[in-house]
């Protein structure tokens, strides 16, 4: 086999907010990629305003640094559970990982899902250590914690035997050698992280004699263009205006001519005339072309093995908006032909999410990784003009030997030790099993729990409300285990408005004794819309368009100011998590707002009394 030893393709992964795309930066400031009066921006990489907002990495991207006579392209992948379809995308890619770990975090559930990939790829990996600078960094622990996850992911003595590299990416600092606690790398640049790169991750290697094949694992768009196909080449060399054999998902095999051959340089990508075996290109002329198709040598079309993900665990219903405020907005997007146009462009770039029709005609059911996953996809299309009306999430079921099976999720908690018990108190009552108990000895502890998926959904707001909002969770899918049963998760009911009109202050004046409001005054309310969370478990129909009676007798208590507590405005992800099986969301370009499915007072009666003698 021959290698190109000018070339290195490598994915740098870990948990959220450990610093991956930081270092990208420093990576591409000292090697050159700007020139000396570019505007520099944090985070570069993150182009998305969703990405920017949130500040997580939810696509994955490539970029390309020249370092000597050296090419290094490099995946940035997300760090969130929920994206990780993304990340096994991006491991597709390239040949060898940089493992990223906090020095203090140490590693976390999304550590452990990317090493799992990595190691089942059998990919040399280089742990680099970072935010060594961090006043509560515990290097050595951290290093301990690596080994062992390295051990009881089942990793052989050759994976076990990796290269440690201690890092300060917002400093742009690296070192082969560990420093104190707290102590920075003594290194002012990254040249000992590019140089274990280089030594450890493998030239891609081909056969000089095989035909050309070469991977897509990626989409994107171009205004000139039209869609863009992101490949590797991993055999032969394709070139601009070449005509190649398009292997597609069905088995069919076309014959296309390659209109324009692109390669990434720093964060650009240019026109190019050729590419070889380890190149990673974007091409254009291909209209239809989907993630997982094989561009191939027309004489001998060959085609790669299908990307493979996992299976999504969480669905929501997303369907046309059916309040009596649908349309209202102008410009909105609202017939159902245009929902499932666009839910059916999203499943062209996004490996692991799946749409399933529904018994109603105008809504469908939106399977995905996990509850941001599809938050974010909701919030892209209101951002788009998109007016829906999306269901309670719920879990992917499976039947295994007759019995219904729920996936089951590993929470990882770090809080203060004085809340160990509240938080067994809300994770018993969800049936949740404690794995492991840690306790650091500085007034921290960590906890690793196996939950139920669907007693996830709406806990994080509870967890944060119980510590005060210290503490910190991550959670990720782990197994299928049989069905928990029944299980308690809000424990409020809601306050529901009894008709259409206008929120007055002073019907709210009396309201917000019985519990919180998510409305202003002046807000426009509809019969079945719900206005705030009632303090008891059950619902309560108010009306909250009630007027003061006018009289022409003078109060001595008239004059007296009426203080309203400020409403709790919800955000998508919170609303979704506060939703009930008989609830759901309404999403406009303007507002979300939180509904009964049964809009109607009396039907709503008649439906429970009916489940009541069932």
Known sequence: MAVRSDLRNVAIVAHVDHGKTTLVDAMLRQAGAFHARAELTDRVMDSMDLEREKGITILAKNTA?????????????????????????????????????????????????????????????????????RPDARIKEVVDDTYELFLDLDADESQIDFPIVYACARDGRASLKQPADGGMPEDDTLEPLFRTLLDTIPAPAYDEGAPLQAHVTNLDASPFLGRLALCRVRQG???????????????????????????????????????????????????????????????????????????????????????????????????????????????????????????????????????????????????????????????????????????????????????????????ATRKGRMEQLVNHGTGWIRMEWLVPARAMIGFRTEFLTETRGTGILHHMFEKYEPWFGELRTRPTGSLVADRAGVATPFAMMNLQERGSMFVEPTTEVYEGMIVGENSRADDMDVNITKEKKLTNMRSSAADETERLIPPRKLSLEQALEFCREDECVEVTPVAVRIRKVVLDQKERERLARKRAHA
């Open 65 to 133: 640094i020249r370092y000597g006579e050296h090419t290094i392209n490099i995946i940035d992948t997300p760090g969130h559970a929920d994206f990780g379809g993304e990340v096994e995308r991006g491991l597709t890619m390239v040949d060898g990982v940089v493992l990223l770990v906090d020095a203090s975090e140490g590693p976390l559930p999304q550590t452990r899902f990317v090493l799992r990939k990595a190691l089942a790829a059998r990919m040399p990996i280089i742990l680099v250590i970072n935010k060594v600078d």
């Open 237 to 427: 060399t394709i070139r601009r205006g070449q005509t190649v054999a398009w292997c597609k998902q069905d088995g069919t095999i076309d014959r296309v001519r390659v209109s324009e051959l692109l390669m990434t340089e720093a964060l650009e990508r240019k026109s190019a005339e050729e590419a070889g075996p380890g190149d990673i290109i974007a091409v254009a002329g291909f209209p239809d072309i989907m993630i997982g198709d094989t561009l191939a040598d027309p004489e001998n079309p060959t085609p790669l093995p299908r990307i493979t993900v996992d299976e999504p665990a969480i669905s929501m219903t997303i369907g046309t908006n059916t309040s009596p405020l649908a349309g209202k907005v102008k410009g909105a997007k609202v017939t159902a032909r245009l929902v499932k146009d666009r839910l059916d462009r999203e499943l062209i770039g996004n490996v692991s999410l799946r749409v399933l029709p529904t018994e109603r005609p105008d809504a469908w059911e939106v399977q995905g990784r996990g509850e941001l996953a599809l938050a974010i996809l909701v919030e892209q299309m209101r951002r788009e003009g998109y007016e829906l009306t999306v269901g309670k999430p719920q879990v992917v079921t499976r039947e295994i030997d007759g019995k219904v099976h729920e996936p089951v999720e590993r929470l990882t908690i770090d809080s203060p030790e004085d809340y160990l018990g509240p938080i067994t108190q809300l994770l």
